[in-house]
């Protein structure tokens, strides 16, 4: 049987009630089959400046570049800021896309997903998102999409998904996207 798929989870958001966080959580949990996803939180990522580069990745900027390359693939949780992709995601990405010919998002699978409480589910924060991995030469999944509207009504108190109809939306983009990244593995 093939290995299992080592996917990394990252939430655009800081915050312990992050419903972004929150549906990372809950993919971890309905991944299927030869899918584990481990989830990377942003915190001890600085802001991106070119000085401190280059005197070398701080700590929080080397762990997560090196999960990035240990990993087969990317799973992006964004929340949407003013229509647009908040500056904790852009900035990691930002990191991990450097140095241009070595940076562990080039030539990587990656999927996008979002939970928002407005009507729209991130569609324009996802859609922005998408034009940054142009850059990076990152392989980012065109479909299924993922938009999780009116999610605060979807997750409980403690941030696990209680509706059943997202849970289920999750789980067949999970299997779709299990079978992009297996497209940029070898087999082995
Ligand atoms: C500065 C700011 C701008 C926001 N702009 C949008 C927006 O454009 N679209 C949207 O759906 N929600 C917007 N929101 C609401 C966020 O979607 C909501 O706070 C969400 O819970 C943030 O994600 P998180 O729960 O993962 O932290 C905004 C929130 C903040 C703080």
């Known amino acids: 049987m093939a290995e299992a798929l080592r996917i990394l989870g990252v939430a655009g958001s800081l915050r312990a009630g992050s419903l972004n966080k929150a549906l990372l959580r809950a993919a971890a949990e309905l991944a299927p089959d030869g ?3 481990e989830v ?8 991106y400046n070119g000085d401190v580069e280059a005197a070398g990745d ?10 990035i390359a240990a990993s087969d693939g990317v799973l992006m949780a964004t929340p949407e800021y003013n229509h647009g992709v908040p500056g904790v995601m852009k900035n990691a990405i930002d990191w991990a896309s450097r140095p241009p010919r070595e940076a562990p998002l080039g030539g990587k699978p990656v999927g996008l997903i979002g939970a928002s409480p407005g009507q729209t589910g991130t569609a324009r924060g ?14 980012c999944m065109p479909q299924p999409e993922l938009l999780v509207f009116r999610a ?8 696990t998904l209680t509706d059943e109809a997202t849970a289920q939306y999750l789980q067949r983009y999970l299997v779709a996207f299990g079978g992009w990244v297996r497209r940029f593995v070898p087999a082995g």
Request: glycine letters at 6%.
């Open 35 to 37: 899918m584990e996803i």
């Open 40 to 47: 990377f939180d942003l915190a001890e990522v600085p802001l």
């Open 58 to 67: 701080p700590p929080g900027v080397a762990a997560f570049k090196q999960a």
């Open 126 to 139: 996802q859609s922005q998102l998408r034009q940054a991995f142009e850059f990076t030469n990152s392989y």
């Open 152 to 159: 605060h009504e979807k997750f409980d108190g403690d941030g």
